[in-house]
Protein backbone atom coordinates (compact mmCIF):
# COMPACT_ATOMS: atom_id res chain seq x y z
CA UNK A 1 0.00 0.00 0.00
CA UNK A 2 0.89 3.56 -0.67
CA UNK A 3 2.11 5.31 2.22
CA UNK A 4 4.39 7.97 3.77
CA UNK A 5 6.30 7.58 6.91
CA UNK A 6 7.36 10.23 9.74
CA UNK A 7 9.91 7.78 11.75
CA UNK A 8 10.72 10.26 14.67
CA UNK A 9 7.42 10.56 17.06
CA UNK A 10 9.52 13.39 18.55
CA UNK A 11 11.97 15.75 17.64
CA UNK A 12 13.73 18.03 20.17
CA UNK A 13 15.71 21.47 19.63
CA UNK A 14 17.16 24.19 20.94
CA UNK A 15 15.93 27.60 19.88
CA UNK A 16 18.00 29.28 17.19
CA UNK A 17 19.09 25.59 15.83
CA UNK A 18 18.43 24.50 12.54
CA UNK A 19 15.44 21.66 12.43
CA UNK A 20 14.69 19.11 10.67
CA UNK A 21 11.64 16.84 10.15
CA UNK A 22 11.66 13.84 8.60
CA UNK A 23 9.18 11.86 5.89
CA UNK A 24 10.04 9.14 3.37
CA UNK A 25 6.91 7.87 0.65
CA UNK A 26 6.23 5.17 -1.05
CA UNK A 27 4.06 6.28 -3.59
CA UNK A 28 4.31 5.22 -7.06
CA UNK A 29 4.18 7.62 -10.09
CA UNK A 30 4.68 11.11 -9.20
CA UNK A 31 2.94 12.10 -5.92
CA UNK A 32 2.06 15.58 -4.61
CA UNK A 33 3.76 15.84 -1.29
CA UNK A 34 2.26 18.02 1.72
CA UNK A 35 3.55 19.56 4.71
CA UNK A 36 1.05 20.58 7.52
CA UNK A 37 1.37 21.77 10.94
CA UNK A 38 -1.04 21.49 14.22
CA UNK A 39 -0.93 23.70 17.41
CA UNK A 40 -2.71 22.31 20.79
CA UNK A 41 -6.44 21.83 20.45
CA UNK A 42 -6.45 23.47 16.66
CA UNK A 43 -6.97 21.89 13.15
CA UNK A 44 -4.34 21.48 10.91
CA UNK A 45 -2.50 24.16 9.21
CA UNK A 46 -0.88 23.92 5.33
CA UNK A 47 2.94 24.69 5.31
CA UNK A 48 4.00 23.93 1.69
CA UNK A 49 3.79 21.53 -0.93
CA UNK A 50 5.70 19.94 -3.71
CA UNK A 51 3.32 19.31 -7.06
CA UNK A 52 6.80 19.52 -9.44
CA UNK A 53 10.07 21.56 -10.54
CA UNK A 54 12.36 22.95 -8.51
CA UNK A 55 13.04 20.41 -5.71
CA UNK A 56 13.22 22.87 -3.16
CA UNK A 57 10.00 24.34 -1.86
CA UNK A 58 9.48 27.01 0.20
CA UNK A 59 6.94 27.65 2.84
CA UNK A 60 4.95 29.75 5.03
CA UNK A 61 6.74 30.58 8.94
CA UNK A 62 10.51 30.04 7.04
CA UNK A 63 9.79 26.61 6.30
CA UNK A 64 11.16 24.97 3.47
CA UNK A 65 11.22 21.21 2.65
CA UNK A 66 13.30 19.20 0.08
CA UNK A 67 11.93 16.51 -2.53
CA UNK A 68 14.37 13.87 -3.02
CA UNK A 69 13.71 11.82 -5.87
CA UNK A 70 16.13 9.05 -5.06
CA UNK A 71 15.35 9.06 -1.31
CA UNK A 72 11.81 8.88 -1.30
CA UNK A 73 12.09 11.89 0.65
CA UNK A 74 10.52 14.93 1.71
CA UNK A 75 11.81 16.07 4.46
CA UNK A 76 11.02 19.49 6.62
CA UNK A 77 13.89 21.95 7.66
CA UNK A 78 14.13 25.27 9.01
CA UNK A 79 17.09 27.19 9.49
CA UNK A 80 16.81 28.77 13.19
CA UNK A 81 14.04 27.08 15.20
CA UNK A 82 11.70 28.98 17.09
CA UNK A 83 10.14 28.05 20.77
CA UNK A 84 6.61 28.81 19.02
CA UNK A 85 7.28 26.15 16.18
CA UNK A 86 6.72 23.79 18.61
CA UNK A 87 3.85 21.63 17.42
CA UNK A 88 2.63 18.48 15.71
CA UNK A 89 3.78 18.24 12.17
CA UNK A 90 2.26 16.05 9.20
CA UNK A 91 3.54 14.79 5.95
CA UNK A 92 1.08 13.81 3.92
CA UNK A 93 0.60 12.73 -0.35
CA UNK A 94 -2.00 12.58 -2.91
CA UNK A 95 -1.77 10.77 -6.03
CA UNK A 96 -3.18 10.51 -9.57
CA UNK A 97 -6.91 11.78 -9.78
CA UNK A 98 -8.27 11.23 -5.73
CA UNK A 99 -8.22 14.12 -4.49
CA UNK A 100 -7.77 13.25 -1.10
CA UNK A 101 -4.79 12.85 1.31
CA UNK A 102 -3.18 10.44 2.93
CA UNK A 103 -1.18 11.67 6.04
CA UNK A 104 1.56 9.98 8.36
CA UNK A 105 1.41 9.74 12.09
CA UNK A 106 2.77 13.10 13.02
CA UNK A 107 6.24 13.89 14.35
CA UNK A 108 5.83 16.11 17.57
CA UNK A 109 8.50 18.65 17.92
CA UNK A 110 9.33 20.40 20.70
CA UNK A 111 12.01 23.41 20.96
CA UNK A 112 13.31 24.70 24.14
CA UNK A 113 15.47 28.02 25.03
CA UNK B 1 -13.81 34.92 5.61
CA UNK B 2 -14.60 32.05 8.79
CA UNK B 3 -13.01 29.55 6.57
CA UNK B 4 -14.10 26.10 7.81
CA UNK B 5 -16.53 25.71 10.97
CA UNK B 6 -18.18 22.79 12.68
CA UNK B 7 -20.35 22.66 15.31
CA UNK B 8 -20.30 21.65 18.38
CA UNK B 9 -16.40 21.57 19.65
CA UNK B 10 -17.00 18.93 22.32
CA UNK B 11 -19.88 16.12 22.60
CA UNK B 12 -20.26 13.02 24.84
CA UNK B 13 -22.42 10.34 23.74
CA UNK B 14 -23.70 7.37 25.42
CA UNK B 15 -22.97 3.82 23.02
CA UNK B 16 -26.09 3.40 20.97
CA UNK B 17 -27.15 7.03 20.32
CA UNK B 18 -26.79 9.24 17.40
CA UNK B 19 -25.49 12.52 16.33
CA UNK B 20 -24.73 14.80 13.62
CA UNK B 21 -21.26 16.58 13.00
CA UNK B 22 -22.09 19.79 11.11
CA UNK B 23 -19.70 21.61 8.66
CA UNK B 24 -19.18 24.44 6.75
CA UNK B 25 -17.04 26.52 4.59
CA UNK B 26 -16.98 29.87 3.09
CA UNK B 27 -14.65 29.85 0.72
CA UNK B 28 -16.81 28.08 -2.59
CA UNK B 29 -14.13 25.52 -2.60
CA UNK B 30 -15.36 22.19 -4.69
CA UNK B 31 -14.43 19.51 -2.46
CA UNK B 32 -14.87 18.51 1.41
CA UNK B 33 -13.38 16.08 3.46
CA UNK B 34 -14.00 13.63 7.11
CA UNK B 35 -11.01 12.68 9.17
CA UNK B 36 -10.72 11.18 12.48
CA UNK B 37 -7.68 12.05 14.41
CA UNK B 38 -6.27 8.93 17.02
CA UNK B 39 -2.95 9.37 18.63
CA UNK B 40 -0.53 7.84 16.84
CA UNK B 41 -2.48 7.05 13.62
CA UNK B 42 -2.31 10.33 11.75
CA UNK B 43 -5.26 11.57 10.24
CA UNK B 44 -7.28 8.85 8.51
CA UNK B 45 -10.34 10.10 6.09
CA UNK B 46 -14.02 8.59 6.47
CA UNK B 47 -15.56 10.20 3.10
CA UNK B 48 -15.57 12.79 0.80
CA UNK B 49 -17.11 14.62 -1.60
CA UNK B 50 -15.55 15.89 -4.28
CA UNK B 51 -18.56 17.62 -5.54
CA UNK B 52 -21.91 19.16 -4.85
CA UNK B 53 -24.11 15.72 -4.40
CA UNK B 54 -21.35 13.30 -5.01
CA UNK B 55 -19.76 11.45 -1.79
CA UNK B 56 -17.14 8.72 -1.33
CA UNK B 57 -15.75 6.21 1.10
CA UNK B 58 -12.38 7.16 2.60
CA UNK B 59 -10.10 4.59 4.76
CA UNK B 60 -12.33 4.21 7.31
CA UNK B 61 -15.93 4.59 6.62
CA UNK B 62 -17.58 1.80 8.37
CA UNK B 63 -20.34 3.65 11.38
CA UNK B 64 -20.21 6.60 9.66
CA UNK B 65 -23.02 8.43 7.05
CA UNK B 66 -22.45 11.94 5.05
CA UNK B 67 -24.59 14.29 3.34
CA UNK B 68 -23.10 16.88 0.83
CA UNK B 69 -26.21 19.45 1.48
CA UNK B 70 -25.01 22.11 -0.75
CA UNK B 71 -21.65 23.71 -1.90
CA UNK B 72 -21.17 24.62 1.54
CA UNK B 73 -22.41 22.18 3.82
CA UNK B 74 -21.31 18.38 4.81
CA UNK B 75 -22.58 16.38 7.40
CA UNK B 76 -20.99 13.19 9.49
CA UNK B 77 -23.72 11.13 10.69
CA UNK B 78 -23.12 8.46 12.98
CA UNK B 79 -26.01 6.85 13.49
CA UNK B 80 -24.95 4.37 16.68
CA UNK B 81 -21.99 5.38 18.24
CA UNK B 82 -19.73 3.09 19.64
CA UNK B 83 -16.80 3.65 22.28
CA UNK B 84 -14.28 2.90 19.06
CA UNK B 85 -15.76 6.31 17.50
CA UNK B 86 -14.14 8.54 20.59
CA UNK B 87 -12.18 10.32 18.74
CA UNK B 88 -11.80 14.11 17.58
CA UNK B 89 -12.92 14.76 13.92
CA UNK B 90 -11.84 17.40 11.03
CA UNK B 91 -13.44 18.41 8.55
CA UNK B 92 -11.87 20.07 5.87
CA UNK B 93 -12.36 21.83 2.20
CA UNK B 94 -10.48 22.19 -0.43
CA UNK B 95 -10.82 24.23 -4.06
CA UNK B 96 -9.91 20.46 -5.86
CA UNK B 97 -12.37 19.60 -8.28
CA UNK B 98 -12.48 15.83 -9.06
CA UNK B 99 -9.26 14.99 -10.48
CA UNK B 100 -7.17 17.73 -8.94
CA UNK B 101 -5.09 15.88 -6.37
CA UNK B 102 -2.86 18.89 -6.03
CA UNK B 103 -4.18 21.87 -4.05
CA UNK B 104 -4.23 21.80 -0.28
CA UNK B 105 -6.66 20.90 2.27
CA UNK B 106 -8.32 23.98 4.39
CA UNK B 107 -9.25 22.65 7.93
CA UNK B 108 -11.98 23.31 10.86
CA UNK B 109 -11.17 23.55 14.27
CA UNK B 110 -12.11 19.88 15.15
CA UNK B 111 -15.30 18.29 17.26
CA UNK B 112 -13.77 16.42 20.24
CA UNK B 113 -16.07 13.31 20.63
CA UNK B 114 -16.36 10.80 23.48
CA UNK B 115 -18.44 7.27 23.22
CA UNK B 116 -19.06 6.26 26.79
Not at chain 1, 91 to 98: I, K, L, P
Request: glycine share 8%; proline share 4%; net charge positive.
Amino acid sequence: AQSVAQPEDQVNVAEGNPLTVKCTYSVSGNPYLFWYVQYPNRGLQFLLKYITGDNLVKGSYGFEAEFNKSQTSFHLKKPSALVSDSALYFCAFATGTASKLTFGTGTRLQVTL
Amino acid sequence: NAGVTQTPKFQVLKTGQSMTLQCAQDMNHNSMYWYRQDPGMGLRLIYYSASEGTTDKGEVPNGYNVSRLNKREFSLRLESAAPSQTSVYFCASSVALAGASSYEQYFGPGTRLTVT
